[in-house]
């Protein structure tokens, strides 16, 4: 009798095969790529033994660009062509990014469709490609370590990245010939290492201060289930600020009022040096040699240091705040987990210990573990063990939904809700005969519309005219595990549909994604008085639309002279009222002039029932009821 192969399931039928997948976490300091061999997790190093890439590209030679530490050491010579912290250009508009190129000492392309573009000795070059230049050096350092046959690769992105920063990714992705497996929130992928590592289990924060964004995140970790409870963060913060706030110090203490771009460039990588001294020294000196005619020194202690950086630390532990309330917890957290370079600085480390009354995690590497995640993570998707040992349940960072009669958001999935999710909600037509509908795609946690974010519109034509509310439309949101959404909506009775797949041009500029968060807790009184108004509003204009059409039809012949004016001067007032902000003021005069019309709406209801009576004898109603 012939005997089947075995095969375990969740595992490759093929004995002995492992499908090999990278994590990578494309940093906005340095990029590292990791994989998993022999059942452990590990980064991929250089040829020089180096574990981590320098995130920086130099497009000096028009042929070739320059990669890494190479490009790192061409900043001060050729800072134009030199691209660093390109991660914060992201998905982000020409206007939005001005003023960050600027201190930069980036110039811009003109670009008619505003996007960021960076003048280059190489000509135009936007962040996605220098992101995947950055990726194919990692790509062809997995290739030359595992091998040719990659299966693919899990990406790591900050958790406050929205649908155009994601899309951007994974964009720069397929630029570099990868495959991505996922896309996935850096403060998870270093939640899946330590819960993996330690087999940690409860509630745990995840502090992620790179070097240039910060993001919080609130996970429950039970059996091998990774819940995002909530997420926060800032994307323009991060190591790059700590080492300006030095080299403006620097600058100050000089008495130099600014400095040409290529030298302020090495200004900015001495302050950096002197910033990772000071997490072992109690104080450093910081040579202006080249940079000033003086050619002194300066001498920074680490309690100056700490009073320079003590607000943008400040600013880490409010977004913490914010992210504790939306997880409905108090700091009261199983255990903290550090990640990202900048976590080294004692500061930083004393504030979250102080914060979260309890000491954080430090057993991996803070440079490595987001890598690490991802490579674990990856390992699962191309099914080199059990997808059960691990779920992940990542969450939208901010609330998505759709535009309503009357300028309102009608909220579809509510931030936070674990991804990928499918939600589907009906909506009728608002007036008699209408064959067609916009639907407006919104972003954001404020009640109106002029007040939160536009992502797209698309039509639906080919609706069958019908009375007000007689239609049924389908509108259905579909957010995969990428965080990129998917909108479509269908009529049922003709089942006519659209679609549109959301990806914003641009993301939010720094200031909007801070703010957002902040601006629905502060204006929360203010926006649930502003939609009471709103809903008022629509309800007097439907009731004034309807009032109109009826007294066009039977005015005259229901109604006495008298009657009608009274019913014209209600609703004048109505009128008045829907220009003033005093919701009660207007439900009053609404119900006085509904009140006032039912007469009228009873006299018009007799008249059809009559002119539907209209020559039927008694007869033959009794034969219908007897029948």
Not at 73 to 79: K, R, V
């Amino acid at each position: 009798m012939a005997l089947l192969q075995i095969a375990e399931p969740g595992q490759s039928p093929v004995p002995h095969q492992v499908k090999l997948a990278v994590g990578i976490d494309l940093g906005t300091t340095n990029s590292l790529v990791a994989t998993v061999r022999g059942g452990r997790a590990a980064v991929l190093p250089d040829e020089q033994g180096a574990p981590m890439l320098p995130s920086v590209v130099n497009y000096s030679d028009p042929s070739a660009a320059v990669v890494g530490r190479t490009a790192q050491a061409m900043s001060s010579e050729h800072p134009a062509d030199t691209l660093i912290s390109v991660k914060r250009f992201m998905g982000r508009g020409r206007e939005d990014a001005n003023e960050d190129a600027a201190r930069a000492h980036y110039q811009l392309a003109d670009d008619a469709a505003g996007m960021v573009r960076f003048v280059t000795a190489a000509g135009p070059v936007s962040p996605v490609e220098a992101s995947a230049e950055i990726l194919r050096v990692l790509h062809q350092r997995a290739i030359d370590t595992l091998g040719d046959e990659l299966q693919g690769a899990v990406i790591t992105v900050p958790a406050y990245f929205d649908e155009s920063q994601r899309q951007a990714t994974k964009d720069a992705a397929t630029l570099a010939g990868l495959k991505v497996l996922r896309l996935l929130n850096e403060p998870t992928a270093a939640a899946v290492a330590y819960g993996l590592d330690s087999a940690e289990q409860g509630v745990i924060a995840v502090y992620d201060l790179g070097g240039g964004t910060f993001d919080i995140s609130i996970l429950r970790l039970h059996q091998g289930v990774f819940e995002v409870l909530a997420t926060g963060g800032d994307t323009a913060l991060g190591g790059d600020d700590f080492d300006a706030a030095v080299a403006d110090w620097v600058l100050q203490e000089s008495g130099s009022q600014a400095l040409q771009p290529g030298l302020y460039r090495t200004l900015q990588a001495r302050a950096r040096a002197a910033k990772e001294q000071l997490s072992d020294a109690e104080s450093v000196s910081i040579s202006l040699d080249g940079l000033v005619d003086s050619g002194a020194a300066v001498v920074l202690t680490r309690a100056g240091f700490e009073s320079l950086i003590q607000p943008l630390v400040k600013q880490t532990l409010r977004a913490c705040r914010r992210c504790l309330r939306d997880a409905q917890l108090d700091t009261d957290v199983d255990n903290v987990v550090m990640v990202g370079g900048s976590t080294r600085i004692p500061l930083v480390r004393e504030a979250v210990a102080e914060f979260f009354s309890r000491d954080p995690l430090l057993d991996i590497d803070p440079d490595q573990v987001v890598a690490v995640g991802a490579a674990i993570q990856a390992d699962i998707l191309v099914g080199n063990r059990p997808e059960g040992d691990l779920l992940l349940l990542d969450v939208i960072p901010l609330s998505l939904g759709l535009e309503t009669m009357g300028g309102l958001v009608e909220k579809i999935i509510p931030r936070n809700t674990t991804i990928p999710v499918t939600r589907a909600q009906e909506f009728t037509t608002f007036k008699d005969g209408q064959t067609a509908l916009v639907v407006h795609i919104v972003q954001g946690e404020r009640e109106l519309v002029a007040d939160s974010r536009s992502l797209a519109r698309f039509e639906l034509r080919g609706i069958p005219p019908m009375v007000a509310g007689a239609a049924r439309i389908q509108v259905t949101f579909q957010v995969d595990a990428d965080g990129l959404l998917n909108v479509s909506a269908r009529e049922a009775a003709t089942g006519v549909q659209s679609a549109v797949t959301v990806k914003p041009s641009f993301g939010l500029n720094d200031e909007q994604i801070s703010a957002m968060l902040q601006a629905s807790f502060s204006h929360a009184e203010q926006d649930k008085q502003a939609r009471q108004l709103a809903e008022q509003r629509l309800e007097a204009q439907q009731l004034l639309e309807g009032l109109e059409i009826a007294l066009a039809a039977d005015g005259d012949a229901l109604l006495a002279p008298d009657e009608c004016a009274r019913l014209h001067q209600k609703m004048s007032l109505v009128r008045e009222q829907m220009s003033g902000e005093d919701v009660n003021d207007l439900r009053i005069q609404t119900e006085q002039l509904g009140q006032a019309s039912e007469s009228f709406a009873a006299r018009r209801m007799d008249k059809s029932i009559r002119e539907a009576l209209s020559g039927v004898s008694l007869e033959a109603l009794d034969d219908g009821v007897s029948e």
